[in-house]
């Protein structure tokens, strides 16, 4: 007999099937006895009685079951409507069970639970009702971001996680190169470069789903290791960018959301001034009511300015990245009047959080150096870091750029969650650790010779 799922069930009244999965419930009145079976589209309600009912009670909760019967129609008082299959259960003639389950060091689906035991166990953590949900709405987003940059004739392209440093403000995971003892990957902060290079590339139209490595203190909406929706094209402008990411999530709020509410029809350009001026802020939450959480309020935030003070370095820094390129009546002069200069830069703000950012870049060889110079970088420091962009930039660059948006930050708003770790499947805890794998642990002495390292203790 094959197989049926729980969404399958209610059309086989009177017939014999074959169910697997989970007993999420086990209840046991004397002479008869139920289990709610769970499989991936959900509860099956199983009815046992007769001889059946010694098996029965060998069966622990989260045991994993296989069980034949027959399907019949519940009568109208005992239809549960918030079950996919409430209108029927199954009288089940034969049972076997397949694995038996320990008591679960937690509840399912119960908030309550401290994080600490839910990443740890996170295997059990994902059985709950709102975790599974969670991970397969956020395959049905990325899966109509591919269709959308797809239709707009996109390649989706990979680039290398195991890379050179390359700036986006934060620290760099490291990682020790076997091949050059002394010597260091970095793991990309975003493939920034490598988009860029794929331009020199003439690949013209960019986009990955892919991973971001930042060494910061995590915190409810950072992770060390983060999604993004990384985009790039060519002869573009911040418009065509900005219309291209607004068709996008526009069409996601429409296609999965419908129950949701947009505060403006399509997403609103605010300057930077004015966002600073009217909201103190530049990621304005501009929704009409902050307490609905089914309502969304995109915008648009442009014209950042080019540079902001770093105090601590004593040093004008790029406010994007330092691939951001000046507004054109900025290009010659941005120096003279550092605090003043705009950039052709816009972020995407939802709900008053930032969740992207990205810029028309520099393809001028001369005007990037002298970004590179202005923020206090010295010649060598400048080719030893950026030479293999800049070289590039000399075999015919066309005009470029684009936007990323943090995957994870917008899920968990759109998915209601209170922390981007409800929306990722294997989560780090808040202080960067996974819990249920043990890392970061500790390695072989033989390891870290062959790696040329030795611990300081
Ligand atoms: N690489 C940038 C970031 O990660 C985004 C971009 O400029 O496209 O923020």
């Not at 995109?298 to 406010?319: C, G, H």
């Not at 075999?395 to 936007?403: C, F, Q, S, T």
């Amino acid at each position: 007999m094959q197989r049926i799922l729980s969404s399958e069930v209610k059309d086989q009244v009177g017939q014999s099937v074959l169910m697997r999965g989970w007993a999420q419930t086990v209840r046991d009145h004397a002479k008869v006895a139920f289990i709610d079976l769970r499989d991936r589209k959900g509860l099956t309600q199983l009815v046992f009685t007769g001889n059946m009912l010694e098996e029965v009670r060998k069966v622990t909760p989260e045991s994993v079951i296989t069980i034949e019967g027959k399907v019949a129609e519940r009568p109208q008082s005992l239809v549960n409507i918030n079950i996919i299959s409430g209108t029927v259960e199954i009288q089940v003639e034969k049972l076997t069970i397949e694995s038996i389950a320990k008591t679960l060091p937690m509840p399912l689906d119960d908030r309550t639970v401290s994080e600490d035991i839910r990443l740890k166990y996170r295997y059990l953590d994902i059985r709950s009702k709102k975790m599974a949900e969670n991970l397969r709405l956020r395959h049905k987003m990325n899966n109509l971001i591919r269709e959308h940059f797809t239709s707009h004739d996109f390649a989706e392209i990979e680039t290398p996680y195991i890379s050179k440093s390359t700036p986006e403000g934060a620290r760099d995971y490291l990682v020790p190169a076997r091949i050059a003892p002394g010597m260091f990957y970095a793991l990309p902060q975003s493939p920034q470069q490598y988009k860029q290079l794929l331009m020199v590339a003439g690949m013209e139209r960019y986009f990955q789903i892919v991973r971001c490595f930042r060494d910061e203190d995590a915190r409810g909406d950072r992770q060390p290791e983060f999604t993004q929706l990384d985009v790039e094209m060519s002869f573009t402008s911040p418009e065509e960018i900005l219309a291209l990411t607004e068709e996008l999530v526009l069409d996601l709020v429409k296609k999965l959301f419908p129950e949701k509410t947009l505060t403006t029809p399509n997403v609103p350009r605010i300057s930077f001034k004015e966002a600073m001026e009217k909201y103190g802020n530049d990621r304005p939450d501009m929704r009409k009511d902050t307490s609905n959480d089914d309502e969304l309020a995109f915008a648009f935030v442009v014209d950042f300015p080019l540079f902001e003070w770093k105090e601590s370095e004593k040093r004008w820094d790029a406010t994007h990245h330092p691939f951001t390129s000046p507004a054109p009546e900025w290009e010659d002069n941005f120096e003279k009047h550092p605090e003043k200069a705009i950039a052709l830069q816009y972020d995407l703000v939802l709900n008053g959080s930032e969740i992207g950012g990205g810029s028309i870049r520099i393809h001028k060889p001369d005007v990037q150096g002298r970004i590179f110079e202005f923020m206090g970088h010295t010649k060598e420091g400048i080719q030893d870091k950026f030479g293999h962009l800049l070289e590039a930039f000399e075999y015919g660059v066309p005009p470029h750029g684009g936007i990323a948006l943090g995957l994870d930050r917008m899920y968990t708003i759109l998915l209601k969650e209170q922390s981007i770790r409800d929306v990722i499947a294997f989560a780090k805890s808040g202080d960067g650790r996974d819990l249920m794998m043990n890392a970061p642990s500790e390695v072989d002495e033989s390891q870290l010779k062959e790696l040329g390292l030795k611990l300081i203790k």
